[in-house]
């Protein structure tokens, strides 16, 4: 600490923010020093309810007061203490020397007032300036991030904009006063990964541009590798290590650091299995499309979406097949079709040698033994106020199993899916994310289905959850010569988990085959694209080789 | 945290529950208290308070002001509940066919659930126990009537979010049946707001009695506070008495009631309950 503070522009140290009584630990960060030079990014990692979220609101005054609270150390801005100064000094540094950008920008957002409003307003807080002016300087911002027609983004409201174009538009209100701190609150978890490595990409040429210090919160070792100088690591509110991008992801000292690391999924395909003939699920010519109809006979139609559009598919038995692509590329609704809970406009879908699709509620109940469903969410594919034993034998009583028969099957798919036999009697709202997923796995398994449609099965999860839960579908897998069809827009998983992988966009199959083939050798434009853009995959390979 | 925890620490929710309490004890013992039938005449007519033996004074008739309140209080509180219970039980039924299957159900049952929305609701009451004659049944049928469309509309909303929901789509995967959906599945997970909204349900209802009654719209073999404010309002400047405490014991009711609604309100509430 013998450097003179005027160097640093930001300086935390020995910081510990306090939770409200009652809470299940007393410190949400603890103790915590960090420091950050200009034009530096570090990036915070961590898994959720690790604190490192609460860091960065404090650096801005923004804590969920007044429980939750500075309650120790020092928070330096170029020798000024954040934790001590003025609300109105706050108010001052806020935007226009250290902003933020969020996860959601939708949300962000003010969903009534037009873009170039919105980076108006930023300049009539902080500066005078003619509205000339400063309309002159909102649109070179729009124009900086590399929106398209930033003329036109101007007098947009957030909702005509994508996703991707709002995270700009959020970047280019952060950036509209030249801040000396940018931080960036997991700026791109809620967007594709092609979108995500533009916006990354974005992120580091301004930095280099103005010099911005940039303090990265991110869950995602992969985006750490792509734009981190140093990376800091928190566990428990903790920071457990800190480093340069080299030592920490390449020679991490701390337990906890190597086994996030170790979770990560490899980018490495799968070796091919051998493969059964025989066909369990397949389909044909599926088609749906989505779009209001008009009503009484007039008015215009409403936008039509060809969530999906003349896909075939085949799954053998035993196999897992993925199905990889973007958001609202049809996947989601692909498995839902498949599964039959929503009804093809078009198409046939066999189990063994069932055709289903055409098969009322009535007629496909027997059927649905077969196919079972593991969803995306843990908390709300649980009915809150069912117990997890009750949950699970509901399967097998409404098939026509005995009660006591039913419940042995429950009990035993408890310690096959690695939960304590106590968790019979509780209620859902008592688990983590994890152990509920498990307990969906359960409820899936307890018909001893031939199919396990997966939508998204980790992707709410943590690293470390997640790997647990893969492990515990490919044991699962192979326990049971299930066939899995497994939903995913990481690459990385489906590398992992798949023995074949599907390619969707636009509601389109555009390609598909055997995972080390596509990885390897991908043929088609966007596959091409999607597998550029996975996040640290450089940093990866080099560990591969 | 357990629900009497966060309900009691609502301390106004806890006042109302006792005055609630206190009202309903009245009713129960009104007998006890009062063995005779109300509408008997007791003494000397427009005795004021606390003379000729009567406490809260007595009519125009000579009837005991203080007796009719506790009598009253069993003809308001049983009309209330059952009432409120008609009337969430066809509101569920509505709401939740409709919310539940959506498209032209949804469509028929709600233009029907508009077309009572439209009618005023205290006037359609009064046509309705014009029509049918006041007794206890018809009032209890015409509140039944004006006040169920709120507890459709709000069900059917709760169906509309909830049947999305995963775990009800696990359901569908596992081959359950739409009753046992309904029932089993999204019904507990709407009950909260279900019982806010009856709640105050019932306090509404005693209102609606209580109007009928003082336009002598009441059943003429039972007392209530209604008819007790009615029976007074002529002299009301010379004998006060005889308006005004059936008046503050409907109040009083009504006030408990909503006190009492507000509170479960803020202790079901998952979304309040995060706030705190």
Redesign the interface.
């Known amino acids: 600490m013998s450097e003179p503070v005027s160097q640093k522009l930001l300086d935390i140290r020995n910081l510990s923010i306090l939770l409200p009584d009652g809470a299940d630990r007393r410190f949400a960060v603890e103790d915590i020093s960090i420091d950050l030079n200009p034009g530096e990014t570090l990036c915070i990692v961590g898994e959720s309810g690790s604190g490192k979220s609460l860091t960065a609101r404090a650096v801005m005054g923004l804590l969920p007061g007044p429980k939750v609270r500075v309650g120790a150390g020092e928070i330096n801005f170029l020798g000024e203490d954040t934790t001590k100064v003025t609300p109105e000094r706050l108010r001052d540094i806020r935007g226009n020397e250290i902003s933020m950008i969020f996860q959601e920008p939708m949300t962000a957002l003010n969903p009534v007032m037009r873009i170039g409003d919105q980076i108006d307003e930023i300049f009539r807080f902080h500066v005078s300036m003619p509205a000339k002016e400063r309309s002159a300087r909102s649109l070179q911002l729009l124009t900086d991030v590399n929106l398209p027609d930033p003329a036109h983004i101007m007098r947009a409201y957030p909702h005509e904009l994508s996703g991707g174009q709002r995270q700009r538009a959020m970047i280019a209100m952060a950036l509209a006063l030249d801040p000396k701190i940018l931080i960036a609150d997991e700026p791109t978890t809620a967007l594709d990964v092609t979108t995500q490595a533009q916006i990354l990409k974005l992120i580091k040429e301004l930095q280099q541009q103005h010099q911005t210090g940039v303090l990265f919160i991110t869950h995602d070792f992969g985006v750490v590798a792509d734009i981190a100088d140093r990376v800091a690591v928190m566990q428990y509110g903790k920071l457990v290590e800190m480093g340069t991008v080299d030592e920490v992801l390449n020679a991490p000292q701390h337990p906890y650091t190597q086994a996030l690391i170790a979770a990560i999924p490899k980018l490495k395909p799968r070796a091919a299995r051998e493969q059964s003939k025989e066909s369990v699920l397949s389909a044909h010519g599926l088609r749906k499309t989505f779009g209001s109809k008009s009503r009484f006979g007039f008015g215009k139609q409403a936008r039509v979406v060809h969530a999906v559009n003349d896909v075939s598919i085949e799954v053998h038995r035993g196999e897992t097949l993925g199905i990889v692509g973007e958001s609202g590329s049809g996947k989601s609704t692909m498995a ?1 079709c498949l ?1 039959r ?1 929503i009804d093809v406009d078009d198409g046939e879908i066999y189990v063994g040698d069932q055709e289903i699709s055409k098969l009322d509620r009535k007629h ?3 059927h ?2 077969r ?3 593991v ?3 843990p908390f ?7 117990r997890v034993g009750q949950i699970i034998a ?2 097998p009583l ?2 026509g199993v005995d009660k006591e028969e039913s419940y042995k099957r429950a009990k035993e798919l408890i310690s096959i899916v690695g939960l304590e036999e106590s968790a019979f009697d509780r209620f859902p709202h008592e688990f983590s994310g994890g152990q509920r997923q498990r307990i ?1 796995i359960a ?2 398994l307890a ?1 001893k289905p031939d199919i396990l449609i997966a939508d998204e099965p980790v992707s709410a999860l943590d690293v470390s959850i997640q790997a647990q839960i893969l492990d515990l579908l490919d044991k699962i897998r192979k326990q049971m010569n299930l066939s899995m069809v497994f939903i995913t827009h990481d690459l990385r998983v489906a590398a992992q988990v798949c023995d074949r992988v599907a390619v969707m966009q636009y509601g389109k199959v555009v390609e598909i085959g055997p995972t080390e083939t596509l990885f390897g050798n991908p043929q088609h434009d966007y596959t091409k694209a999607l597998l550029a853009a996975i996040p640290g995959k450089d940093w990866q390979a080099g560990q591969v080789a | 945290m357990s629900f009497w925890k966060r309900f009691s620490r609502n301390r106004q929710a806890v006042l109302g529950m006792i005055i609630l309490a206190l009202v309903i004890l009245m009713a129960i013992f009104a007998s006890a208290f009062y063995p005779d039938d109300p509408f008997r005449l007791a003494g000397k007519p427009l005795s004021a308070p606390g003379t000729n033996g009567f406490l809260l004074g007595s009519d125009s008739l000579g009837r005991d002001v203080a007796s009719g309140i506790a009598h009253g209080a069993k003809t308001s509180i049983l009309i209330g509940l059952v009432a409120t219970m008609a009337a969430v039980f066809i509101g569920v039924i509505f709401g939740a066919l409709s919310g539940y299957y959506g498209g032209k159900i949804d469509d028929a049952l709600m233009r029907v659930t508009e077309m009572f929305q439209t009618i005023p609701s205290f006037v359609f009451a009064i046509l309705l126990v014009a029509i049918m004659k006041p007794s206890i049944e018809s009032i209890v049928i015409a509140i039944t009537v004006v006040s169920w469309p709120g507890v459709a509309r709000l069900v059917r909303g709760e169906f509309l979010a909830l049947k999305n ?3 009800v ?8 049946g739409d009753v046992q959906i309904m029932l ?2 999204i019904l ?2 709407c009950l909260s707001p279900i019982i806010v909204v009856g709640s105050l349900m019932v306090a509404t209802a005693i209102l609606i009695e209580s109007g009928l009654a003082f336009l002598g719209l009441g059943d003429p073999n039972i007392m209530s506070w209604g008819f007790q404010i009615g029976a007074g309002r002529t002299m009301l400047r010379s004998a006060w008495w005889v308006c005004t405490f059936p008046g503050v014991a409907i109040l009083v009711t009504v006030l408990a009631i909503n006190l009492v609604g507000e509170g479960l309100n803020d202790a079901m509430n998952p979304r309040l309950r995060e706030r705190q």
């Open positions: 839902r599964i809970l496909m109940r027997p649905r033994r196919m079972q469903m969803f995306q969410d709300a594919s649980l009915n809150p106020r069912i509901q399967g409404l098939q969906g409820r899936a018909l | 929901r995963e775990f789509q696990a359901c569908h995967t596992l081959g359950m089993r599945e507990p997970n």
